[in-house]
């Protein structure tokens, strides 16, 4: 295993050098003339605004192409600049103004400064010209921006005016028409059917195949999942459920692929009749993805966890509403986006003057107004209903937990959402903004259908962890998941951005900007280059703990060395590999830390006033890991606490008290506060235990009953020996003190309750007396006290009366539920405990007691 480790770190060093061996090689300098023609070119174009989109497209390309080869550019001659620079700082500073220098050493400088001028010449100069292409590819984008903004905010013929109806009717009949007379020159060929005839057995193998994987490839699927459900763990059913499920998805496109490669093998379709049979191809499988989507959220049966709580009447209306949904919107993209295109070509292309074509454009808008508000308004009624179904789901939902109302929330905005959508979007439409309605509502349901394949997603990704944890308990709300849900979040954000709209170039753009990094004063962070700063620190630290490991566990315990030192030793070098894996890391990824020293300077005012505490602690746990006052498994007392030191760290120490709870010290209070270490130097320790007899008791023979009790205990060390003080007359009896010194004072507290039950037993048999306190009572009057006859009766029958009711409350008693107790009081629960542990007995006492 350590050869196979050593391998794995070789490989990854030969992995990070690679790249500066490459980078290492000066690139060769642009062709700045042919830069030159292509800038002033795209310049032109952005000044005119006059070419199409594509064209824009094409030569945005050509710039971003162009900007990469100055960007590599920059660093031509990058490795000689820096020997140069070194030469120069060599001499030494310049001379201020008005002073002179040593004419060799002016004429040195000089030189290497000119050779210095001269090796940054080809960098400068491919750094203008990427800021040129920069300022280029920014134009382009603004201005199809702002084309794109002006599409959508553009006013067409309204749908809802019956004089436009027959636009629609006439964009209709052109393209049957149009694809009529296609169809026609394909027949009218010599013999049209002969590819037909030649790839029969092809032909009708692919329709066989197509029609069964469309027709039963969904009910094989089924019974497959029924078969493996009976046989498989509860743990492993929800993964193969979902790989089986795929099963439903995959079929029947795969159908659709091959009936539509047996149309192609018959020949009989021209070029527009197959754009549309691939146009309708999509809207199938569309309609088929949303069928196995709409199954994953809306489940059939309880085999499957659903995500929203509904009735069963209720999820099959939400599974026919995503497909319809994924239909219409299928038919507004890609069939719409061929209706357009092969509208305009039809129209247009019969267009000769300026009227027709002004004619021909009211035709195209007022048409294709008619024929997509009737989807839009077919669309905006599912929306609604969509976005009600997720209000009832708010309805059913009981989950009290955080997280579940914060779930809760989300899914509330998003169905209002919905509803809003659906309401405006028609009437953008009805007013005539038929491409803001569009704009609107279509992404909307492609957006619904993005985060539907997420939660999907995330459910199987986290089925998949609980399985392989083997955690089905908590595995499912542990940290794991959350972190793959946030991950598939931000693999959506493009996809999210596309489909409002976003070009590709747009994306591209804003990585590369990304990767050339983000300046923050004067330091440039890049993907890069904290990639590099998180390799080589995480292999600092991997080497850091390896040392630490081999020191704790092979080196350290071989020396005289105690417990604590070595801590200290571990800990310290911890620190230090920790520092030096930073600097290190900070410098192989060519981080000029300089250009921060104003902000560092400024941050620790900040860390002087708000980290004050933190920073003292900091250092006060250096000092305790470097003097150790206290080590690891040391019974120390501060603060009133008293306990076994569990762990020092750089901001506090853990103390184990000795009723097995933890106090947390923070460091400067070990270093700033008196601190008492009961086993610092030495395990030895004083017991002192009181002893009080009558008065009238011999004393010189309690003194030597109480030494030979001493003497009787094992732990009580001879030298010095013990010692029996008679320490005076008190109020109750004669006060002695038995003074011992124990060789393990963690046994205090079983010597004294040892040697207190040896004096009992040693008192009792020479016959001396334990007083305890009395006090005589002298009344002045007790006549006033005696009662008269009369009196006595009275209050004898009131006695008597108070027996029976006391007698009746007795048998009527029970136990005291729970709920009876009520709330406690402050002092009644653990810090009350403690407060009666503290009063009543010493430290000594707490001490003993582990």
């Given at each position: 295993?350590?050869?196979?480790?050593?391998?794995?770190?070789?490989?990854?060093?030969?992995?990070?050098?690679?790249?500066?061996?490459?980078?290492?090689?000066?690139?060769?300098?642009?062709?700045?003339?042919?830069?030159?023609?292509?800038?002033?070119?795209?310049?032109?174009?952005?000044?005119?605004?006059?070419?199409?989109?594509?064209?824009?497209?094409?030569?945005?390309?050509?710039?971003?192409?162009?900007?990469?080869?100055?960007?590599?550019?920059?660093?031509?001659?990058?490795?000689?600049?820096?020997?140069?620079?070194?030469?120069?700082?060599?001499?030494?500073?310049?001379?201020?103004?008005?002073?002179s220098e040593d004419k060799a050493i002016a004429d040195r400088r000089k030189k290497l400064n000119d050779e210095l001028a001269q090796l940054q010449s080809p960098g400068?100069?491919?750094?203008?010209?990427?800021?040129?292409?920069?300022?280029?590819?920014?134009?382009?984008?603004?201005?199809?921006?702002?084309?794109?903004?002006?599409?959508?905010?553009?006013?067409?013929?309204?749908?809802?005016?019956?004089?436009?109806?027959?636009?629609?009717?006439?964009?209709?009949?052109?393209?049957?028409?149009?694809?009529?007379?296609?169809?026609?020159?394909?027949?009218?060929?010599?013999?049209?059917?002969?590819?037909?005839?030649?790839?029969?057995?092809?032909?009708?193998?692919?329709?066989?195949?197509?029609?069964?994987?469309?027709?039963?490839?969904?009910?094989?699927?089924?019974?497959?999942?029924?078969?493996?459900?009976?046989?498989?763990?509860?743990?492993?059913?929800?993964?193969?459920?979902?790989?089986?499920?795929?099963?439903?998805?995959?079929?029947?496109?795969?159908?659709?692929?091959?009936?539509?490669?047996?149309?192609?093998?018959?020949?009989?379709?021209?070029?527009?009749?197959?754009?549309?049979?691939?146009?309708?191809?999509?809207?199938?499988?569309?309609?088929?993805?949303?069928?196995?989507?709409?199954?994953?959220?809306?489940?059939?049966?309880?085999?499957?966890?659903?995500?929203?709580?509904?009735?069963?009447?209720?999820?099959?209306?939400?599974?026919?509403?995503?497909?319809?949904?994924?239909?219409?919107?299928?038919?507004?993209?890609?069939?719409?986006?061929?209706?357009?295109?092969?509208?305009?070509?039809?129209?247009?292309?019969?267009?000769?003057?300026?009227?027709?074509?002004?004619?021909?454009?009211?035709?195209?808008?007022?048409?294709?107004?008619?024929?997509?508000?009737?989807?839009?308004?077919?669309?905006?009624?599912?929306?609604?209903?969509?976005?009600?179904?997720?209000?009832?789901?708010?309805?059913?939902?009981?989950?009290?937990?955080?997280?579940?109302?914060?779930?809760?929330?989300?899914?509330?905005?998003?169905?209002?959402?919905?509803?809003?959508?659906?309401?405006?979007?028609?009437?953008?439409?009805?007013?005539?903004?038929?491409?803001?309605?569009?704009?609107?509502?279509?992404?909307?349901?492609?957006?619904?259908?993005?985060?539907?394949?997420?939660?999907?997603?995330?459910?199987?990704?986290?089925?998949?962890?609980?399985?392989?944890?083997?955690?089905?308990?908590?595995?499912?709300?542990?940290?794991?998941?959350?972190?793959?849900?946030?991950?598939?979040?931000?693999?959506?954000?493009?996809?999210?951005?596309?489909?409002?709209?976003?070009?590709?170039?747009?994306?591209?753009?804003?990585?590369?900007?990304?990767?050339?990094?983000?300046?923050?004063?004067?330091?440039?962070?890049?993907?890069?280059?904290?990639?590099?700063?998180?390799?080589?620190?995480?292999?600092?630290?991997?080497?850091?703990?390896?040392?630490?490991?081999?020191?704790?566990?092979?080196?350290?315990?071989?020396?005289?060395?105690?417990?604590?030192?070595?801590?200290?030793?571990?800990?310290?070098?911890?620190?230090?590999?920790?520092?030096?894996?930073?600097?290190?890391?900070?410098?192989?990824?060519?981080?000029?830390?300089?250009?921060?020293?104003?902000?560092?300077?400024?941050?620790?005012?900040?860390?002087?006033?708000?980290?004050?505490?933190?920073?003292?602690?900091?250092?006060?746990?250096?000092?305790?890991?470097?003097?150790?006052?206290?080590?690891?498994?040391?019974?120390?007392?501060?603060?009133?606490?008293?306990?076994?030191?569990?762990?020092?760290?750089?901001?506090?120490?853990?103390?184990?008290?000795?009723?097995?709870?933890?106090?947390?010290?923070?460091?400067?209070?070990?270093?700033?506060?008196?601190?008492?270490?009961?086993?610092?130097?030495?395990?030895?320790?004083?017991?002192?235990?009181?002893?009080?007899?009558?008065?009238?008791?011999?004393?010189?023979?309690?003194?030597?009953?109480?030494?030979?009790?001493?003497?009787?205990?094992?732990?009580?060390?001879?030298?010095?020996?013990?010692?029996?003080?008679?320490?005076?007359?008190?109020?109750?009896?004669?006060?002695?003190?038995?003074?011992?010194?124990?060789?393990?004072?963690?046994?205090?507290?079983?010597?004294?309750?040892?040697?207190?039950?040896?004096?009992?037993?040693?008192?009792?048999?020479?016959?001396?007396?334990?007083?305890?306190?009395?006090?005589?009572?002298?009344?002045?009057?007790?006549?006033?006290?005696?009662?008269?006859?009369?009196?006595?009766?009275?209050?004898?029958?009131?006695?008597?009366?108070?027996?029976?009711?006391?007698?009746?409350?007795?048998?009527?008693?029970?136990?005291?539920?729970?709920?009876?107790?009520?709330?406690?009081?402050?002092?009644?629960?653990?810090?009350?405990?403690?407060?009666?542990?503290?009063?009543?007995?010493?430290?000594?006492?707490?001490?003993?007691?582990?």
């Amino acid at each position: 295993m350590t050869i196979l480790r050593l391998a794995r770190l070789l490989l990854l060093a030969v992995a990070l050098a690679l790249p500066g061996i490459v980078f290492a090689q000066s690139p060769e300098p642009p062709d700045y003339k042919a830069w030159e023609k292509t800038a002033t070119e795209a310049e032109q174009m952005v000044q005119a605004d006059k070419a199409q989109r594509q064209e824009f497209d094409k030569i945005r390309q050509e710039v971003v192409n162009w900007r990469e080869k100055f960007k590599a550019a920059e660093d031509i001659n990058a490795s000689q600049i820096s020997t140069v620079k070194a030469q120069i700082e060599a001499l030494g500073p310049p001379p201020k103004e008005g002073q002179s220098e040593d004419k060799a050493i002016a004429d040195r400088r000089k030189k290497l400064n000119d050779e210095l001028a001269q090796l940054q010449s080809p960098g400068l100069r491919a750094t203008e010209a990427a800021s040129r292409a920069d300022s280029i590819v920014a134009n382009i984008d603004q201005l199809l921006r702002a084309r794109q903004t002006d599409k959508l905010l553009r006013l067409t013929p309204s749908p809802l005016n019956p004089i436009n109806w027959p636009e629609g009717l006439k964009v209709l009949s052109e393209l049957t028409s149009e694809l009529a007379s296609e169809m026609g020159q394909q027949l009218n060929d010599t013999d049209p059917y002969a590819s037909a005839r030649n790839n029969a057995p092809a032909i009708v193998g692919l329709l066989l195949v197509a029609l069964l994987l469309v027709a039963r490839g969904r009910t094989w699927i089924d019974k497959l999942a029924d078969v493996l459900e009976a046989r498989l763990a509860r743990n492993a059913q929800r993964v193969i459920d979902f790989i089986v499920s795929l099963g439903q998805l995959l079929l029947p496109i795969a159908g659709i692929v091959l009936l539509e490669a047996a149309l192609v093998q018959t020949e009989l379709f021209g070029s527009r009749w197959m754009e549309l049979l691939i146009a309708i191809g999509v809207v199938l499988s569309a309609a088929f993805v949303a069928f196995w989507l709409s199954g994953r959220i809306f489940p059939r049966n309880d085999r499957q966890v659903a995500p929203f709580t509904l009735q069963s009447e209720r999820r099959r209306e939400g599974r026919l509403l995503t497909i319809s949904l994924a239909v219409f919107a299928a038919i507004q993209g890609p069939f719409g986006d061929w209706l357009v295109a092969r509208g305009q070509d039809v129209i247009e292309g019969s267009a000769k003057t300026a009227e027709e074509i002004d004619a021909a454009g009211h035709t195209l808008d007022a048409g294709f107004g008619v024929l997509v508000f009737p989807l839009q308004v077919l669309a905006a009624i599912a929306l609604f209903r969509f976005g009600q179904l997720l209000r009832r789901h708010l309805r059913n939902e009981t989950s009290g937990s955080e997280e579940g109302a914060f779930r809760d929330r989300l899914v509330g905005a998003l169905g209002n959402a919905l509803i809003a959508v659906a309401v405006v979007a028609p009437v953008l439409g009805g007013i005539g903004y038929i491409n803001a309605a569009n704009a609107l509502i279509f992404p909307t349901i492609l957006t619904l259908g993005l985060i539907a394949l997420l939660l999907v997603l995330n459910q199987f990704f986290t089925d998949v962890y609980v399985l392989v944890a083997r955690r089905e308990d908590d595995g499912r709300d542990s940290l794991i998941p959350a972190l793959i849900g946030f991950l598939l979040g931000l693999l959506a954000m493009p996809p999210a951005a596309l489909i409002w709209g976003a070009r590709p170039a747009d994306l591209a753009e804003m990585w590369t900007r990304f990767q050339n990094g983000v300046s923050v004063s004067g330091v440039t962070i890049s993907p890069g280059i904290f990639l590099t700063f998180a390799i080589v620190f995480v292999i600092g630290l991997m080497v850091t703990r390896l040392l630490q490991g081999a020191l704790k566990t092979s080196l350290l315990p071989k020396t005289k060395i105690d417990k604590g030192g070595q801590n200290a030793i571990v800990s310290g070098l911890g620190y230090f590999g920790i520092f030096l894996a930073a600097v290190i890391a900070i410098s192989s990824a060519g981080i000029d830390l300089s250009s921060l020293a104003i902000v560092a300077g400024a941050l620790s005012v900040g860390v002087g006033f708000g980290l004050q505490t933190i920073v003292q602690n900091f250092v006060s746990g250096i000092i305790l890991l470097i003097e150790r006052p206290i080590s690891e498994g040391d019974w120390i007392e501060v603060n009133g606490q008293m306990g076994i030191v569990k762990a020092i760290s750089v901001r506090s120490t853990r103390i184990e008290t000795f009723d097995r709870t933890e106090v947390i010290v923070p460091n400067a209070d070990l270093i700033s506060g008196q601190v008492t270490n009961w086993t610092r130097g030495n395990v030895t320790g004083r017991l002192i235990v009181p002893v009080g007899v009558a008065y009238g008791t011999d004393t010189r023979k309690v003194e030597t009953i109480l030494h030979e009790v001493a003497a009787n205990q094992s732990l009580v060390m001879m030298n010095p020996e013990p010692v029996v003080i008679f320490k005076g007359f008190g109020a109750d009896s004669l006060d002695f003190e038995v003074r011992v010194i124990l060789s393990d004072v963690n046994f205090i507290l079983r010597v004294q309750s040892e040697m207190n039950h040896e004096i009992n037993q040693r008192f009792a048999e020479a016959g001396i007396e334990i007083p305890f306190a009395q006090r005589d009572v002298w009344l002045r009057n007790p006549e006033v006290l005696r009662p008269n006859k009369d009196d006595a009766e009275a209050q004898s029958a009131e006695a008597e009366d108070k027996g029976s009711e006391d007698s009746d409350d007795t048998a009527s008693k029970r136990p005291v539920s729970r709920a009876e107790y009520g709330k406690p009081q402050p002092g009644e629960g653990p810090e009350g405990l403690e407060q009666q542990r503290h009063d009543s007995s010493d430290g000594e006492a707490d001490a003993g007691d582990r």
